[in-house]
């Protein structure tokens, strides 16, 4: 194991198996020294954890859950990103993330529910996690999700 992975184990964290494509595409490519991974919604064991839009609103996903959310997609990602390169200790940089939130016309804390993601990204790679990022409010995710999120990462060859 590496220093990234024994980080991982550290914050109580399991990689889990990389999520199975829901249409017509792969959940990472390698293209150089970059892997972009394709938007990562909150799948545990194959199932969403949560559907719906994100909102104040009494049956919405509260923003404190959609945050908590957005750190399962990340999680998702870096299991993407190591089933391409092996080990996670190749990761020089997350570059950029974007997250995607399902929002309520009158929710606007996107960038609070992005947060999930990059504090776990900061949080599993320390300096080389900190990232470029949007966060952008939406109608609708694919199978109901309340937030997507997809990254690109450096990678040393």
Excluded: W
């Excluded at 990472?28 to 938007?39: C, F, K």
């Excluded at 570059?95 to 016309?105: E, I, L, R, Y």
């Excluded at 300096?127 to 990254?151: C, F, K, M, T, Y």
């Amino acid at each position: 194991m590496g220093v990234v992975d024994d980080r991982i184990a550290e914050l109580g964290l399991t990689l889990p198996e990389v999520v199975p494509p829901v249409a017509a595409y792969v959940p990472a490519v390698l293209d150089g020294s970059r892997v972009y991974v394709s938007g990562q919604v909150p799948m545990v064991g194959g199932v969403l954890a949560a559907t719906g839009q994100v909102g104040e609103l009494v049956g919405l996903v509260s923003a404190e859950k959609a945050h908590e959310l957005a750190a399962v997609c990340a999680l998702n990602a870096i299991a993407a990103i190591k089933s391409l390169v092996g080990d996670l200790d190749r990761v020089e940089r997350i570059v950029k993330v974007t997250g995607f939130v399902a929002s309520d016309p009158s929710f606007t804390g996107q960038p609070g529910v992005v947060n999930g993601a990059s504090e776990l990204f900061q949080q599993v790679f320390g300096d080389l996690g900190v990232h470029a990022r949007s966060a952008v409010g939406v109608a609708a995710l694919p199978l109901g999700a309340p937030v997507e999120v997809e990254v690109i990462a450096h990678v040393r060859a």
